[in-house]
Nanobody, 118 residues
Framework: QVQLVESGGGSVQPGGSLGLSCSAA????????MGWFRQVPGKQRELVAS??????NYADSVKGRFTISRDNAKNTVSLQMNNLKPEDTAVYYC?????????????WGQGTQVTVSS
């Protein structure tokens, strides 16, 4: 099993910056993807950014403002969020997808609140 522990988040004014970090611990096999999703009440969870061995992927709404970075040696993924907007307010979740033998397993963090408000 894999456990994901998130840190960071909080409240910030529009235009401000925040950083999120996620550490994976436990019996980790081969990580395929690490990334961040977000969710607001009443809406589906949506991709923010993801990182694979081939590169990174961002939602159009965050391109140019958010940066995802992954440390393969430490099994961590971080999200630097700049120029935050009120519409970025959401609970942010870390996601890890691994190949465990022949099975693909998905794990989620507990979520961390990001609030952007003046």
């Amino acid at each position: 099993q894999v456990q994901l522990v998130e840190s960071g988040g909080g409240s910030v004014q529009p235009g401000g910056s925040l950083g999120l970090s996620c550490s994976a611990a436990g019996s980790i096999f081969s990580i395929l993807v690490m990334g961040w999703f977000r969710q607001v009440p009443g809406k589906q969870r949506e991709l923010v950014a993801s990182a694979t061995s081939d590169g990174t992927n961002y939602a159009d709404s965050v391109k140019g403002r958010f940066t995802i970075s992954r440390d393969n040696a430490k099994n961590t993924v971080s999200l630097q969020m700049n120029n935050l907007k009120p519409e970025d307010t959401a609970v942010y979740y870390c996601k890890l997808v691994e190949l465990r033998g022949t099975k693909v397993q998905t794990y989620w963090g507990q979520g961390t609140q990001v609030t952007v408000s003046s």
